[in-house]
């Protein structure tokens, strides 16, 4: 799938969420096509859980996985996109939220994972924002109780979207993947390398997740 970014100028100035802002646009078409696909695949299966990954970073990961997640949100569904990186968190600038509670407050101090969420105003849409600032992310994000908390969200919501750092340059991400129930992998156009993108995919592959495919982002 080839996410082609090229929009009016008014829309570029807005680019964060496309997907709201703009509904009918070509840039949204797109994303519903990409939603469309990972129903496809989880329709026969509990499959709830899904990272989206890229092999470095400054590939258009996170307004990527922000736009989806709003997409899935506006069919009415309960969303719960997880900011898991802990290390550049990002998701709260989009949805300009707060970022006093998240991740680090439910595995570290366990705070339960309602008390924690972000309600936005688009759909049924909450967002899991990192939380204060970890100084060991990737303990935190390899213990049990990041298990534990994603056991707990597929209960409370339809789709689980997790946004993590990159593949090649941290740990906590490979273990996340193995975590979830399967993995879409993003790929810059002129930016990701060929050799970095067929790495990552071995690195995910002896993580033992499944990637269900693959996003070019044409940015």
Known sequence: MILNK???AATAKKRNLVTYLYPDSFISDQFRTIRTNIRFITETSNNKVFLLASPGTGEGKSITIANLAASMAQQKERILLIDANLRSP???TIFKLPNTKGITNILKHRVPLKE??????????????????????A????????Q????????????ILVDAPSVLEFTETRVLAHYCDGVIL????AKTELEKASEALRVLELAHSKIIGAIINDK
Do not use: C, W
């Open 6 to 8: 090229k929009q009016p």
């Open 186 to 189: 993003l790929f810059k156009r």
């Open 148 to 159: 534990d908390l994603l056991k707990t969200a597929v209960k409370e919501y339809d789709m």
């Open 116 to 137: 924690a969420v972000s309600r936005t105003e688009i759909g049924k849409l909450d967002v899991l924002t990192s939380g204060p600032v970890s100084f060991n992310p």
């Open 139 to 146: 303990e935190i994000i390899g213990s049990e109780l990041m």
């Open 90 to 92: 990002v998701l709260h």
